[in-house]
């Protein structure tokens, strides 16, 4: 399970990771918790993590997932399911250390569904499949966790397998337990991952991430 790499760090917040209602935790400067669950954000009032603890925490998980914050103080990685864990350390996080995690959900969904669930209206899908069919630009934008990747996911589907769409990742990098996770990507989807370059210069383009 792809939690078991940064459980053993995060004992106090562990049964909010394993928690299956629960889609997003964050952990803000000064220990205080807030989780998404089912849409809504609220705080775990209950649980603190010591500065120190979380900061230690932050390290062994970096260095668990092929990454160094004592090079440079942000993490961005993936878990093996493409989770994604997120962190920054003083002296960039002024208030803090601060930790996210947001979940991967592998529930596919085709645009026919969406239209039946009432998360796309027929009057788009029509425009939107006839885009599809002239090979036109579709740009998606959205708040978090708004459904992007899960409407985009729909529209490769909903391309002619004859065609090979391309979706890339913005991050500063990926881990290398990408490469391992395996999606429901349409066969002729090619997946890419864009890396910032670093501040020493280096940086590097890494193949095998998801939208």
């Known amino acids: 399970m792809s939690f078991d790499i940064i459980l053993p760090f995060l004992r106090p917040i562990a049964h909010l990771i394993q928690d299956p209602d629960v889609s997003e935790i964050m952990v ?31 390290r062994n998980i970096a260095r668990t997932l092929g990454d160094d914050v004592s090079e440079e103080p942000i993490l961005d990685a993936r878990l093996p399911d493409g989770s994604r864990v997120a962190a920054v350390i003083p002296p ?9 995690i947001r979940k991967f959900h592998s529930r596919f969904f085709t645009v026919d569904e969406l239209v039946r669930i009432g998360a796309l209206s027929p009057n788009v899908l029509k425009p939107v499949r ?4 002239r090979r036109q630009n579709i740009l998606i934008s959205g708040g978090t966790s708004t459904g992007k990747t899960t409407l985009l996911k729909s529209f490769c589907f909903a391309a002619s397998t004859s065609d090979a769409p391309a979706t890339d990742s913005a991050g500063r990098r990926d881990s290398r337990h990408d490469r391992r996770r395996t999606t429901r990507d ?24 998801t939208p």
């Not at 960039?92 to 996210?100: F, I, K, R, V, Y």
């Not at 006839?130 to 069919?133: L, P, R, Y």
């Not at 349409?186 to 020493?200: F, H, K, M, T």
């Open 28 to 58: 803000n400067g000064g220990g205080r918790v807030f989780l998404e669950r089912q849409g809504q954000l609220e705080e775990a009032e209950d649980v603190h993590i010591l500065e120190r603890n979380l900061q230690v925490a932050v």
């Open 92 to 100: 960039c996080s002024l208030g803090g250390t601060t930790l996210t």
């Open 130 to 133: 006839d885009a599809i069919e």
């Open 186 to 209: 349409p066969p002729s989807v090619a997946r890419l991952a864009v890396e910032n370059i670093g501040s020493a210069g280096g940086g590097s383009r890494d193949g095998g991430a």
